[in-house]
């Protein structure tokens, strides 16, 4: 009998024993960390920046641009009604940009800071500064100055269109600052996808971005002659371009062709599109997509030549094509016909050269007939040859810029879509912005409100700031 | 402590022999009116030997010469000893039990009440109700039996999940589920992976054996589970399972047939042939064509062209009437897909002992092959319950059981590869299984492979053919799981009871799923394949140390008290591997994929808590309840993580002071409570971490994971932790009213509860222009306010035929009434098309998404081509909680056939039936079918306000596809077009069942012979147009109410036979 009451006791106290351990401990993640390196947090940056460059805020622009058109499912209605509502975007906003690029920019600067690592913060606000600079093209207004801020600012506030241009080109002058410091041990080398921890090529990238994000405002300002400055500054070459490498693997694949696998026989290249490249003979066309039967297809798993469709596709970030056609435009605006007219050349060798197509002739009989700045009677003309073959030479890397160039010129001049006009698009205009996403307008309601009427409106065919 | 077991086992065993008897002993058993009791058990004491009484009372036991003692036992009667000296003759007059006589309820802690005594609101369901119910998941038999108690069913597929709710919905992000105790052990009714795509995984309760179970006892409000802590906040369902009886052995085998079939199938139609507008006119555009719509031209205006070499069907392409070679064109019927389910149940039970040591051992295997070819689950349960008394002060019990359980599932769901979504967009001139159907066509690898080993289906793989899907895509789970407790309890004196208990529940499930190699005739590819390895192990051990106390203090008052402490600690981790790219076709094995990505994951909860409860009665009129409970939980802020609550309950028997115990009220019981109980946190909500990058923000692919490229990455997670966070509190006022009326002839029970739930931990939306995306908070506020009803009405009693009612209603309603500042929504499930979500100042789960824009007297504005306006904001388009639900149970007994039948009705509850909306689209719906060529004028007013008379067509080809009515307004039309009312009134089961009688059995040596014939499902009466709308397409989860390519519900017919000897 006494064993038994022992033996009851001695269980009972452990379990007193047992349960008075520290029950705190129980809730730390084993499987996560508290805080990581910077060369752990610069992949992932990079990363996103890349995939945002291919993805949704590529293929939407696509779209509306008519190089791709819907042919199932919601691409359908993209391409038909122009149905870009206030979801289509959420995940972009969300979790593309600001819980993106922008967040872990922030961090990159937060900790490089701290570790005085001028390079990690150079680079951190070069990619900050191309989402921003994505982004306000695409949305107006948009939380700037208020933003990452945490606990701080739950509600940030919208800057306008313009303050955030001109942030954009302060972050990619402070880049450069940083960059141009003395190399300092333990700073980006494997851990830097894009140029190893090149510095040099860092900076060229910089300038090379603020020249763009200065076109962006061609209507507003004049700035060809900062741009060509800032052309002068920016990389020369095509090897010293921004590119990123993608991976056969589906998960590290790129977006352009994993939409094309996973969604298959949604997306298609506008007929428009296809046709007008065979009619024009243009080289590139094989390397843009393929024909099968009445339909032209941007991929097909087993067609290596379609370059911008590739599981490991190599993706520039800003290529040297664009870098050319924004030289040609400049001079052109300020009076060099004839440095307007190498540029143009030069745009056109480059991008066949990127592509990917050796075809002497084809390139020479091409140039004469598309890239003759001659065959323009006035300035508009010659504007007009430019921006087009930016259009032609843009499918695929950079379709989102070809859609910047048409809201700021006009040109190519294209049809809206038949039954466009909408809800979201009173007008049935070929969409000049996005809608505001449902998440940010749910959770800040009072500065989206303010920043919408600040605007005049926020629908699709409600032109921002930059491009009135 | 070994000896004394040794030494039972030992006598348990030689007494099974049977003994050599020396002389006989005889007598006839009464009640106490004089009326023969039959199947009394008469017993000698401290042995194994022992029979009953026969239908006259009469029974005859051979006993030792020296005579020892006999035990005279039977339900609801006192139990008699009588020394037996040297009669040769005893003859005994059982008195009935008196005063604790009534019904007796498990409480919490596994503490049996009197019903008479408690203030709150208790079920009891009666065990046989759930075997007789004939389902494979327990959840699944409670329902429509229990007031208050709501159980949804995931779908019909054969270890599916079901959802069951106690008083509709309190918490946001935490579970809303019920706690399961199993024989005062708290064990894991968790489900996992059941999402908008995937496959119907099951939720734990489906590993307990219904045959197993003594008692099942439903605890609703805080009054009733304060005692056993937060797991119980959302209410109990206490289980029991059966103990030994002493005596000889009884062995109990029962076997059971069943046939399932589908009960219920959206309508397809049959006219149209597969294709779209071409240049204006509806053209036949075939599977190599990729096309996915049905509104190509009329199937009677077609015909084949013979080509034999024709890919997809050897009779040939379709063309014109006329052109081709005679054979007329013919739709496919797509429900020839299905076969025929069945279940097969066997279970056999051994029980027996002495006094001092009783067993239980049961067995059983249950066997479901689902309608769809391949789809399949089994389970295997092993238990033995041992209750020892070790002296007559210390008892001691052991239970382990055993569960294995899993089976083939089927991918359903949001899916290119799940079976409903390719068979109801197939279309209907495509014949699907290449001629053959059912598992016949399953079997025969040409349904769904073209010769080169590229895959054969409408949209040339696209879609996956069902066929194809149920072969190519597996996905196979297995469980193992041990479930037992120990527990010792010791009377230190005549009131006071000591009692310890050790519970663990262990197990581990093992999933393999994977996609295969798909590839177009062309060449595309379209899936690179997958092969996925997961690991789920869980361990929940829990420890119960609880002293009770029983006195009475004079005539009038008795007190007893429960004092208790409690620690609970669950581990649950999940190893996974994940490959892609495979190598090689038909080969699911790991080693088949090129990339392999692995994972793991680690969670820990522990809860410790002290309570205690003191009850009191006052003459047997007055009760007061009042239990206060004292929790710390490792989920919340340390500085933080202690709360305490308390409940309080009363009740008054008014018959008992007005003296009255019959005529038309007999009984009446008034009772009142209030309670609260509260609830932790989420894991690791109370810190911000690091996650493995993932670069995502597309919304139609997946992102890049890392590592990737030759590195490794993280990045901050977007969810802020929070350290200041405290638990919810749920406060509830219930009252109640208790009656017998008639004479006892109806019995009635009706209940009003009030909860509110607030400081709601909420992960709330911020906006991600933060950085963050979520922030964990307390916030917010849900109300739940319902009647209870529950009555029985003995409606005839003439002689050999009775006639019992039993009814039940439920109506209940949970209010949002406060989320955040500035959050108006959180998804709970669903699409960012349409979901299922937590809205401030609407109820619970309201159904979220598109509509059409009305103006302010709610007419629907009408464009000026005719066509109604989509609303360019998404707001509440449905609500999934019912208006109120009902069962109505009806058993009609006479001799030994019984009969009865169980009647479910739902009224309200709206569910989204995305299904409807995609056949729609694609022109494979009945609905599509049967307009596509009419006209309409949609009833609504202009943009001037004036009421709309232009007749629009619904789909003239000439206006090519976007001016298709379900077309024009983006894939799957608006959320609002598609919400439909899923009342129902069903016939659930019915069940006939015949007794042997006494004679046949006395001369067969059995007990009990009982075979019966039920029917489950038999009749569903309800306007839904999609499958069963009892149904959900994220199983046991938060949100509810969405139908999207669910798989169908099913009807069953039943035999079976059981037998005790």
Same mark, same amino acid.
């Given at each position: ?24 401990? /129980? ?165 830097? +996808? ?19 994000? +200065? ?211 009173? /007008? ?31 629908? +699709? ?8 | ?370 309608? =769809? ?173 609880? =002293? ?98 308390? #409940? ?208 302010? $007297? ?42 009865? #039948?169980? =009647? ?31 006209? =309409? ?79 489950? $499902? ?19 989860? $938060? ?23």
């Amino acid at each position: 009998m006494k064993s038994y009451k022992k033996l009851f006791l001695s269980v009972l106290a452990l379990t007193f024993i047992m349960s008075s351990c520290d029950l705190e401990e /129980s809730n730390v993640d084993p499987s996560r960390p508290l805080s990581v390196n910077l060369n752990l947090i610069l992949p992932s940056t990079l990363g996103q920046t890349a995939y945002n460059q291919m993805a949704l805020p590529a293929r939407q622009p696509g779209i509306v641009m008519q190089y791709l058109t819907g042919i199932d499912a919601q691409q359908v209605a993209y391409s038909e009604n122009y149905l870009f509502t206030e979801n289509t975007f959420n995940n972009y906003w969300n979790f593309g940009i600001y819980g993106g690029v922008l967040k872990d920019g922030r961090d990159l600067i937060a900790l490089g800071t701290e570790a005085e690592q001028p390079y990690y913060v150079g680079i951190g606000k070069i990619l900050m500064a191309e989402a921003f600079g994505r982004l306000t093209a695409s949305f107006g207004d948009v939380p700037f100055s208020d933003a990452l801020l945490g606990t701080e600012s739950l509600k940030p506030a919208f800057d306008t269109q313009e303050q955030v241009y001109d942030g954009v080109q302060r972050l990619l002058d402070e880049a450069i600052t940083e960059l141009s410091k003395a190399a300092v041990a333990g700073g980006p080398a494997g851990d830097d +996808l894009i140029f190893s921890g090149d510095a040099g090529l860092w900076i060229q990238t910089a300038h090379a971005l603020k020249a763009r994000f +200065l076109m962006h405002l061609t209507k507003r300002r004049s700035v060809y002659g900062t741009v060509l400055s800032e052309l002068g500054q920016a990389f020369t070459t095509a090897i010293d371009e921004p590119r990123f490498q993608w991976e056969s693997a589906i998960t590290s694949a790129n977006p352009f062709a994993k939409f094309g696998i996973g969604r298959p026989n949604t997306l298609a290249i506008n007929p428009g599109f296809g046709q007008a490249m065979t009619t024009r003979l243009d080289p590139r066309a094989s390397k843009y997509f393929e024909l099968d039967g009445t339909q032209y297809n941007f991929h097909n798993s087993n067609n290596t030549e379609l370059i911008w469709a590739q599981n490991a596709s190599l993706i520039p970030l800003i290529s040297l094509v664009e870098l050319k056609l924004y030289e040609a435009e400049a001079k052109l605006m300020t009076g060099d016909a004839a440095g307007a007219q190498t540029a143009l050349t030069e745009a056109v060798d480059a991008s066949m050269a990127q592509i990917g197509v050796s075809d002497a002739a084809a390139i020479a009989a091409y140039k004469t007939a598309y890239a003759d700045l001659a065959a323009g009677a006035t300035d508009q003309d010659k504007l007009n040859i430019i921006i087009t073959e930016a259009y032609y030479a843009l499918y695929g890397h950079q379709m989102h810029t070809a859609w910047t160039n048409f809201r700021r010129t006009g040109f190519p001049a294209m049809t809206p879509a038949a039954n466009g006009a909408g809800g979201l698009d009173p /007008s049935g205009a070929i969409p000049v912005r996005w809608l505001y996403p449902s998440g940010e307008q749910q959770t800040n309601a009072v500065n989206v409100d303010a920043a919408i009427a600040n605007q005049g409106g926020a629908l +699709l065919d409600d032109n921002t700031w930059a491009f009135r | 402590m070994k000896r004394i077991l040794l030494t039972s086992l030992m006598s348990l065993l030689v007494c099974m022999y049977v003994q050599a008897q020396d002389r006989t002993v005889t007598g006839k058993v009464t009640d106490e009116t004089g009326a023969p009791l039959p199947q009394v058990t008469v017993l000698l004491k401290n042995t194994t030997t022992g029979t009953p009484t026969d239908a006259d009372g009469n029974y005859r036991l051979s006993v030792p010469e020296d005579g020892g003692v006999l035990l005279f036992r039977f339900l609801g009667y006192t139990t008699q000893e009588i020394e037996i000296g040297s009669k040769t003759v005893i003859n005994v007059q059982l008195a009935p039990e008196a005063l604790d006589a009534g019904e007796v309820v498990v409480t919490a802690v596994g503490i049996k009440a009197n019903k008479a005594a408690l203030g709150y609101s208790i079920q009891n369901v009666n065990p046989d109700d759930l075997v007789s119910a004939k389902e494979t998941n327990l959840v699944n038999a409670l329902s429509s039996k229990v007031a208050g108690v709501s159980v949804v069913s995931s779908s019909g597929s054969p270890g599916a999940s079901a959802n069951i709710r106690i008083r509709g919905n309190t918490s946001i992000n935490g579970s809303n589920q019920p706690l399961f105790v199993l024989d005062g052990v708290p064990i894991d009714n968790s489900s996992s992976g059941n999402g908008t795509a995937g496959v119907d995984n099951s939720n734990r309760a489906i590993d307990i054996n219904p045959n197993d179970i003594a008692s099942m006892t439903v605890l609703k409000g805080p009054a009733a589970t304060a005692l056993y802590g937060i797991r119980a906040a959302n209410g109990a369902v206490i289980i029991t399972t059966k103990e030994g009886e002493s005596g000889a052995p009884r062995v109990k085998y029962s076997t059971s047939a069943t046939m399932d079939e589908i009960n219920k199938f959206p309508d397809l139609q049959n006219e149209w042939s597969q294709g779209r507008p071409v240049g204006g006119v509806a053209t036949w555009r075939g599977p190599e064509t990729f096309d996915g719509f049905s509104w190509g031209p009329a199937i009677s205006s077609l015909e084949y062209d013979g080509d034999s070499e024709y890919l997809f069907d050897s009779r040939g392409r379709l063309v014109p009437r006329g052109t081709g070679n005679g054979v007329p064109a013919q739709a496919f019927d797509q429900t020839d897909f299905f076969r025929k389910g069945y279940t097969l149940d066997n279970n056999v039970s051994i029980d027996g002992g002495t006094e001092q040591l009783r067993y239980f051992f049961s067995a059983g295997h249950l066997f479901q092959q689902g309608v =769809v070819p391949n789809a399949d689950f089994s389970r295997t349960t092993v238990r033995m319950n041992l209750n020892m008394n070790l002296t007559d002060k210390l008892t001691m019990g052991a239970s382990g059981s055993y569960i294995n359980s899993g089976g083939s599932r089927i991918q359903r769901g949001s899916n290119l590869s799940g079976v409903m979504l390719g068979l109801l967009r197939n279309s209907p001139t495509f014949d699907m299984g290449n001629g053959k159907i059912g598992q016949a066509a399953a079997d025969d690898r040409s349904s769904y492979l073209l010769a080169d080993g590229s895959q054969r289906s409408y949209r040339a793989g696209i879609y996956d053919n069902p066929y194809w899907t149920v072969n190519k895509n597996p996905f196979n789970d297995d469980v193992n799981r041990i479930i037992g407790n120990l527990n010792l309890n010791y009377k230190l004196n005549d009131w006071i009871n000591i009692m310890y208990k050790v519970g663990m529940d262990k197990f581990t499930d093992e999933r393999l799923f994977a996609q295969d190699i798909n590839r177009s005739y062309n060449g595309a590819t379209r899936d690179l394949g997958s092969v996925n390895q997961q690991t789920r192990t869980s361990s929940n051990v829990n420890h119960d140390i609880i =002293v009770t106390a029983r006195k009475s203090i004079n005539e009038d008052l008795k007190v007893n008290g429960t004092f208790g402490f409690n620690y609970w600690k669950r581990v649950f981790t999940t190893k996974a591997a994940g490959g892609t790219t495979l190598a090689a076709p038909d080969f699911y094995n790991i080693a088949n994929a090129t990339d392999v990505v692995a994972s793991e994951n680690i969670s820990e909860r522990r809860l410790s808590g002290l309570y205690a409860n003191l009850n009191f009665e006052y003459k047997n009129q007055f009760f007061l309840n009042y239990s206060g409970r004292n929790d710390w939980s490792s989920t919340l802020p340390k500085a933080n993580n202690s709360f305490f609550y308390q #409940a309080i309950s009363g009740a008054w028997t008014v018959t008992e002071a007005l003296d009255i115990d019959q005529g038309v009220v007999s009984y009446a019981k008034l009772r009142a409570s209030w309670g609260q109980v509260g609830n932790d946190a989420p894991l690791f909500a109370t810190t911000s971490y690091f996650n493995s990058a993932g670069n995502t923000g597309d919304g139609f692919i997946g992102g890049t994971g890392f590592p990737a490229f030759g590195l490794n990455a993280f990045e901050r997670s977007t969810q802020l932790g929070n350290d200041q966070l405290k638990p919810e509190t749920t406060t509830t006022l219930e009252f109640g009213v208790d009656m017998d009326l008639f004479d006892g002839k109806v019995g009635l029970d009706v209940t009003y509860y009030d909860a509110e739930t607030t400081d709601q931990i909420i992960s709330v939306q911020v906006p991600a222009s933060t950085g963050f995306t979520n922030l964990v908070q307390n916030a917010g506020l849900i109300s739940n306010k319902g009647w209870e009803i529950e009555a029985d009405w003995n409606v005839m009693d003439k002689g050999d035929f009775t006639w019992d009612m039993a009814a039940n209603f439920t109506k209940s309603e949970s209010i949002v009434e406060e989320l955040a500042e500035g959050v108006e929504t959180i998804i709970l499930s669903g699409f960012t098309s349409t979901s299922s979500r937590v809205v401030a100042g609407e109820p619970y789960g309201s159904i979220y998404g598109s509509g059409f824009q009305k103006d302010a $007297n709610g007419n629907t504005i009408i464009d000026a081509n005719g066509y109604p306006l989509q609303d360019p904001v998404i707001r509440v388009v449905g609500n999934p909680t019912p208006d109120w639900t009902a069962g109505i149970r009806n058993t009609w007994s006479y001799k030994n056939f019984t009969l009865t #039948a169980l =009647v479910d009705i739902r009224q309200g509850g709206d569910v989204w039936c995305g299904t409807c909306g995609i056949i729609n689209y694609f022109g494979t719906s009945k609905l599509s079918g049967d307009l596509r060529d009419q006209t =309409v004028v949609f009833d609504g007013v202009l943009a001037d306000g004036s009421r709309n008379t232009q007749a629009v067509p619904y789909a003239d080809p000439a206006g090519g596809l976007g001016s298709n009515f379900w077309v024009r307004y983006g894939f799957g039309g608006l959320s609002e077009q598609n919400v439909h009312d899923g009342s129902w009134v069903r016939l659930r089961e019915v069940t006939v069942s015949y007794n042997l009688p006494q004679s046949v059995l006395s001369a067969l040596k059995f007990n009990d012979v009982k075979i019966s014939a039920s029917g489950r $499902n038999l009749w569903l009466n309800t306007d839904y147009p999609g499958v069963d709308p009892e149904t959900n397409l994220t199983g046991a989860s $938060n949100g509810f109410g969405l139908d999207y390519f669910n798989m169908p519900n099913t009807r069953s017919y039943n035999i079976s036979l059981s037998v005790t000897f």
